[in-house]
């Protein structure tokens, strides 16, 4: 297995795009679109978009006020019914 990176860009691959692929299929990619690139590069640049994919991820919860479309000033709070509260 070889890793290669593209130097050029085209309608399929990005400039810069780091693909891990057989030595025979390496072989003949490399030339005026791709070139060789270290493993450890490959590594890093999957590591790279890991990252990036889970921080632009947000979690919002909607406030169930604002569900029916109308807004308001009021923050959603949830409440607990008390069990037993007059237990002696």
Not at 49 to 56: A, C, F, H, L, Y
Not at 66 to 82: A, C
């Amino acid at each position: 297995m070889k890793c290669i990176k593209s130097i050029r860009q085209t309608k399929e691959v990005e400039l810069g795009e780091i693909k891990r692929v057989d030595d025979k299929m390496a072989n003949s990619m490399v030339g005026s679109y791709w070139k060789y690139v270290s493993k450890s590069e490959w590594k890093q640049s999957i590591g790279k978009k890991v990252i990036e994919e889970t921080t632009d991820q947000v979690d919002k919860k909607p406030n169930p006020k604002q569900m029916d479309g109308v807004k308001s000033d009021e923050p959603f709070v949830k409440t607990r019914k008390k069990k037993n509260e007059n237990k002696q």
